[in-house]
């Protein structure tokens, strides 16, 4: 079956939300999604302490998710990586993730397969198109193909909060306790739907 891999960060959980969408879009398609989280080595527990809110995502996810890993990327069929925006870039979590690629990129593992990006912000104009497009560019050297949201999805002419043909995006608000709205959460299942399909074609093209 197609298996299509889902890592991401979340602080606060809207992009868990997100990614939880874009699992249920792959399914809708007839393949596996597995989720990862990316957990958080870099941030000091203390400065954790000082936020219950991101202290008591945090645990859940360790407890809920299994932890990213290269093998797991590399055995997959596609990936849609999904990241919270940090001045118009990923994560910082996310990026240590995929700065420890190098062994991917050098066994050639991810190579024509099809490659997603999924974004929450707090603000509009924030960055949602910006961090799709700059999180591509690893992907890019992966060999991935990327696969953004086509305007097949009508909803992408209609949105006033997220959604990008670059990829699904999310507005989390100010403090960022604003929930994915349920046209946000139709662009995430289309990317899943559309990631899922190209893998299927891609990898029966490969043989
Ligand atoms: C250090 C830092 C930088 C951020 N930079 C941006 C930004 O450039 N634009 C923006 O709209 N939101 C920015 N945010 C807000 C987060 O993107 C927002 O809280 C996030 O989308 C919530 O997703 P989550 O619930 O998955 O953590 C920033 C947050 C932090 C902590």
Redesign the pocket.
């Known amino acids: 079956m197609t298996r299509i891999y889902i890592p991401f960060?979340?602080?606060?959980?809207?992009?868990?939300t997100m990614a939880l969408a874009v699992a249920e879009g792959v399914r809708e398609q007839g393949a596996e999604p597995q989720l990862a989280f990316t957990g958080d080595t870099l941030t000091p527990p203390e400065i954790m302490a000082q936020d219950k809110r991101w202290q008591d995502?945090h645990q859940r996810l360790m407890a809920q998710y299994a932890l990213v890993t290269a093998e797991d990327l590399a055995a997959a069929d596609g990936v849609c990586i999904g990241t919270?925006?940090?001045?118009?870039n990923m994560a910082a979590q996310m990026k240590s993730f995929i700065d420890s690629l190098a062994g991917v990129w050098l066994s050639g593992a991810t190579i024509n397969k099809p490659a997603g990006v999924f974004?929450?912000?707090?603000?509009l104009h924030?960055?949602?198109e910006v961090t799709a497009l700059v999180t591509y560019a690893p992907l890019i050297h992966l060999g991935f193909v990327i696969v953004g949201v086509p305007y097949s999805v009508q909803e992408l002419l209609s949105t006033t909060t997220g959604g990008t043909p670059y990829g699904p995006t999310?507005l989390?608000g100010a403090m960022?306790d604003r929930a994915p709205d349920e046209t946000e959460l139709l662009i995430c299942r289309a990317l899943g739907q559309r990631v899922a399909a190209v893998a299927e074609a891609l990898t029966a093209l490969r043989g």
């Open positions: 960060y979340s602080r606060y959980g809207n992009t868990e995502t919270p925006t940090r001045f118009g974004v929450s912000t707090a603000s924030g960055g949602q999310h989390a960022g």
